[in-house]
């Protein structure tokens, strides 16, 4: 069954660094999605993506955030200057349309730890 | 601004027995809203989604209904088995040109032999 791959599973770094995550969404998917979970707390939506532009994003997702599909399967999450704050799980999603009528497919999620 | 609740926040029940998991929101109008299943470390397992138009969806030994209403939804579990201990999250998505979903910090279950 498709599934929604992410990498790395962990990644440490230390304040001020970019991190990229990285994502591969289910082949036939169109929309992609990145959320975060803060350990403890909820999932707490952070953007969604489509046809190579920004369809939505919440207000966690300010200027050190940004996404792009650099090739036609990965889709990736910069954070250009992480913060502490920024430690969390992040999770990507996929969905074969948007308008939030269908299902979300997650990924596993990578967990980021900012020291 | 939707709030999204989750009662209770944890669960401990023997095998076999059945359940009701509660989600409530405080803005009806939304446009839809989903469950899914979180295992420790892990992310989101799809469950069941709920168009507002529908009143109720089941899958296997789940089901799940919808009060938009009352804003109201419950996840029914029937014989409950060791393998269903996970944190259960709703989301809902709300109508009106955004579709940012909203999630309730769940409902830890705990299904022991």
């Known amino acids: 069954e498709p599934e929604v791959t992410q990498t790395p599973s962990h990644q440490v770094t230390q304040m001020g660094q970019e991190v990229i995550l990285r994502c591969v969404p289910i082949s036939n998917h169109l929309y992609f999605y990145w959320y975060r979970q803060i350990l403890g707390q909820k999932v707490e939506f952070l953007v969604s993506f489509y046809n190579n532009e920004i369809s939505e994003k919440s207000e966690i997702f300010d200027d050190q955030f940004s996404v792009e599909r650099p090739d036609g399967s990965n889709f990736t999450l910069k954070i250009r200057s992480t913060k502490l704050e920024d430690s969390a799980m992040y999770f990507c999603?996929?969905?074969?349309?948007?308008?939030?009528?269908?299902?979300?497919?997650f990924g596993p999620g990578t967990r980021l730890t900012v020291l | 601004k939707q709030e999204v609740t989750q009662i209770p926040a944890a669960l401990s029940v023997p095998e076999g027995e059945n359940l009701v998991l509660n989600c409530s929101f405080t803005d009806s109008a939304i446009y839809n809203l989903q469950w899914f299943r979180q295992d420790p470390g892990k992310g989101l397992t799809s469950l069941l989604l709920?168009?507002?138009?529908?009143r109720e969806q089941t899958s296997g030994r789940l089901n799940a209904s919808l009060d938009k209403s009352s804003g109201r939804s419950t996840l029914y579990i029937a014989a409950s088995q060791p393998g269903d201990s996970a944190t259960y999250l709703c989301a809902v998505r709300a109508s009106g040109g955004s579709y940012i979903p909203t999630f309730g910090r769940g409902t830890s279950l705990i299904v022991h032999p």
């Open positions: 709920i168009q507002s138009s529908q």
């Open positions: 999603a996929s969905s074969p349309m948007g308008t939030g009528r269908n299902e979300q497919f």
